[in-house]
């Protein structure tokens, strides 16, 4: 069983993947806490824009395409067939995973 734990009050670090500290760039860091601040909801492009950056985005814009992709990379089992962040056609995407918070720290 792959597990996804993070130390996540208000995005706080560190975040861990079968005991090892996940190193995230701060936009994957600010990407990864828009999905554990909206839960199980999906997330437009528009709406992860809003939230990592406030600034207005081209239509053609696919940062977050990019973003995502990179975030998969570091936190999926397996990137190609994505289990934590899916891809909701159309809509976004979506944090399909239970979010628990890590006593580790207590």
Aim: with cysteine.
């Amino acid at each position: 069983r792959d597990d996804l734990v993070t130390g996540v009050q208000t995005c706080a670090l560190p975040i861990w993947k079968n005991g090892e500290v996940v190193v995230l760039t701060m936009h994957e860091f600010a990407l990864l806490g828009a999905f554990l601040s909206t839960g199980n909801r999906v997330l437009s492009r528009d709406q992860i824009l809003d939230k990592l950056s406030g600034r207005d985005w081209y239509p053609t814009d696919r940062s977050v395409d990019v973003l995502v992709s990179k975030l998969r990379k570091k936190i999926e089992p397996d990137p190609d067939t994505p289990k934590i962040i899916k891809t909701v056609r159309g809509s976004g995407y979506i944090f399909s995973v239970e979010i628990r918070k890590s006593n580790a720290g207590s």
